[in-house]
Nanobody, 122 residues
Framework: VQLQASGGGLVQAGGSLRLSCATPELSFSWYQMGWFRQPPGKEREFVAS????????RHADSVKGRFTISRSAAKNTVYLQMNSLKPEDTAMYYCARAMRSASVDPGEYSDWGQGTQVTVSS
């Protein structure tokens, strides 16, 4: 399984980035996709998730109103639109896949991408 995350970079506070996570596998085998992040020296934390079949989504309180998760069934791709970025959003961002309903616990996601770095300067 390969989940390819991309779109990270260096941006000033208040700026925007859009992360993408693609997989060549057929979408019907998925149940839920998620984005997680790991700031330097900290544990991995939940950012957002989306249920593939109906696009029902969930966002962490820390990103609500600023980040939006979405998906394209045609492109087998999940996105994370990040607006109004803050220095505390600096982290390695990972996309992950769960084959069943999952909570915010990264342990419930079975497949992971390689991560893409997001750095927000003040």
């Amino acid at each position: 399984v390969q989940l390819q995350a991309s779109g990270g970079g260096l941006v000033q506070a208040g700026g925007s980035l859009r992360l993408s996570c693609a997989t060549p596998e057929l979408s019907f085998s998925w149940y839920q996709m998620g984005w997680f992040r790991q700031p330097p020296g900290k544990e991995r934390e939940f950012v957002a998730s989306i249920r593939w079949r109906d696009a029902n989504s969930r966002h962490a309180d820390s990103v609500k109103g600023r980040f939006t998760i979405s998906r394209s069934a045609a492109k087998n791709t999940v996105y994370l639109q990040m607006n109004s970025l803050k220095p505390e959003d600096t982290a390695m961002y990972y996309c992950a896949r769960a084959m069943r309903s999952a909570s915010v616990d990264p342990g419930e996601y079975s497949d992971w991408g390689q991560g893409t770095q997001v750095t927000v300067s003040s």
